[in-house]
């Protein structure tokens, strides 16, 4: 289950951490970055890109909020 709690308030977070709260693949999550679907990373340098762990707790919130109004939704059938 995706627990949001377990992820700092601010700082950042990188993508193998990502990727324990949100289960998709590598190319998945990267061709969703290029989609819009996901945040954009920072370059912290060279060699080391993160996420502002603010945008991830908001991704997953918004994951929270789909699954529930799906959840609560009726089902229609139609005849």
Excluded: Y
């Amino acid at each position: 289950m995706i627990n949001k709690h377990s992820i700092p308030e601010t700082g950042f977070i990188r993508l193998s951490t990502i990727l324990k709260f949100i289960p998709v693949g590598k190319s998945t999550w990267w061709a969703g970055i290029k989609s819009g679907r996901f945040p954009k990373p920072v370059k912290l340098g060279v060699r080391t890109t993160a996420w502002r762990a603010e945008d991830i707790a908001r991704l997953i919130s918004s994951f929270e909020v789909q699954s529930s109004s799906i959840k609560n939704s009726p089902i229609e059938i139609d005849p």
